[in-house]
């Protein structure tokens, strides 16, 4: 049964829905306490342009893993994919499980929240984390859809959003009308560690790019190293240290379109000062407002298998060699080791690193689906690279790929409105 509220704001006519679901959707336990909640509550809020419309409903996944469904501010009728959407659907802001309102998960003075029942045994989290990936966000999904009484709707992913929309294309084709990807096709049944190679290959060009373009960024990035490893790691407010792992990860503003600029801006402040100490701190792209893009991040690739902190598995000699060659989204254990609120997270994530998971992709039943839709593969694409989109592309019948040089990963925030509009005339010519 779904909880609704209704309130108006700015033109737009949104609904609040909370529901319960399962804790453990497909019954093997993966190692749970028998005091582990049989249930979680999830969030969703639907946005509409008209108060008790008709409009047929198109669900957004958003990216990460372990990140809310965004928050809409935007007065209808402005650039934004949000604003495209909802001229012909309702818009289903997802917040999937573990994040935002969804019994979100996360640690308030030294202790995990959010897994109350699970107990502190390291194992038993990370066991229980083995529910927060894609196969579990579609099948709650699936309630909300059946709560609803709607026979099928579409999708709209974003970056890990498209691998959970994937898996709902996988599991529940006969559930859908559409799905739109964007920056969001993975690869399937393969070794993350293959994946990350080809993304530190795209990063070390990356790398390149920027200091052509910003020359002395190159000397100012090795000095901040140098701070770093004299001083044990920069000391950072609330008690978090940056060690050189840690600061690589500013590659991850290289994957935006408008990132090379803000990472300059970044590395233009004193380094002593605390406007840099508290810019550095926000930049950084793991962190306690978020943990389970941390803690389960590299779990998104595992279709089947162990990741064995695959990012670190796959980083080139010349890489660990040379600390000005950054990183995307390569996470590594220093993240949780260095900040006070991943903490509590850190030996959790080493047996998360060690779970075997099963396969979240079906190929058969993907060749088989007859889905219409459409994927922005962008061809410099920082994250997700696209000779794996375009292979698993060809699994899609009905899906047409749309391959530009136009965007990077963030080409939905950067220009929404004309990339889903392209999307659409592209699934439906």
């Known amino acids: 049964m779904l909880n609704q509220q209704t309130w108006t704001r700015r033109g737009l006519h949104l609904r609040d829905v909370t529901f319960e679901a399962p804790f453990d959707h497909f019954g093997g336990g993966a190692g749970l306490s028998a005091a582990t909640p049989g249930t979680i509550e999830v969030f969703a809020r639907i946005t509409a342009t008209e108060a008790d419309s008709t409009k047929p409903y198109l669900v957004f996944l958003q990216g990460g893993p372990g990140v809310e469904a965004p928050r809409p501010t935007t007065p209808v009728g402005q650039s934004t994919w949000l604003a495209r959407a909802l001229e012909e659907f309702q818009v289903v802001m997802l917040d999937q499980r573990g994040t935002g309102k969804s019994s979100p998960i996360g640690s308030v003075d030294g202790r995990i929240t959010g897994l109350e029942g699970v107990g502190e045994d390291a194992a038993d989290i990370a066991a229980a984390l083995s529910h927060y990936r894609a196969d579990s966000i579609v099948a709650d999904a699936e309630i909300l859809r059946q709560g609803l009484g709607v026979e099928s709707w579409s999708l709209l992913g ?165 600390p000005t060659l950054l990183a995307g989204e390569h996470a590594g254990p220093e993240s949780l080791n260095e900040d006070p609120e991943l903490a509590p997270f850190a030996e959790v994530a080493q047996f998360v690193a060690r779970h075997d998971w099963p396969r979240l992709y079906d190929v058969d039943a993907l060749q088989a689906s007859r889905v219409r839709g459409a994927a922005a593969v962008y061809f410099e694409d920082a994250y997700v690279p696209v000779d794996y989109s375009l292979a698993t592309a060809d699994l899609l019948a009905g899906v047409k790929p749309w391959v530009t040089n136009e965007y990077e990963h963030n080409g939905l925030r950067a220009d929404g409105y004309r990339v889903l509009d392209r999307l659409i005339s592209l699934a439906r010519d």
């Not at 004299?230 to 240290?241: H, K, T, V």
Request: proline share 5%.
């Open 158 to 322: 974003q970056s890990f959003g498209g691998f959970t929309a994937l898996r709902y294309v996988s599991a529940h084709s006969g559930s859908l009308n559409e799905v739109y990807f964007t920056g969001g096709l993975p690869a399937i049944g393969m070794d993350p560690a293959a994946v990350y190679a080809t993304t530190w290959e795209g990063m070390k060009r990356k790398s390149e790019q920027f200091y052509q373009a910003f020359p002395r960024d190159r000397e100012k990035l090795a000095r901040l190293i140098d701070l770093a490893e004299a001083e044990g790691g920069i000391a950072l407010p609330g008690g978090a240290r940056a060690t050189t792992e840690r600061i690589r990860l500013l590659g991850h503003f290289l994957g935006a379109s408008d990132g090379p600029e803000k990472l300059h801006y970044l590395l233009d402040q004193d380094p002593a000062s605390a406007a840099f100490r508290h810019d550095l701190a926000a930049a950084l792209p793991f962190s306690g407002r978020n943990p389970l893009y941390a803690v389960v991040h590299e779990s998104c690739w595992a279709d089947g298998g162990i990741t064995d902190w695959a990012a670190r598995r796959a980083m080139p000699a010349d890489v660990k060699a040379d």
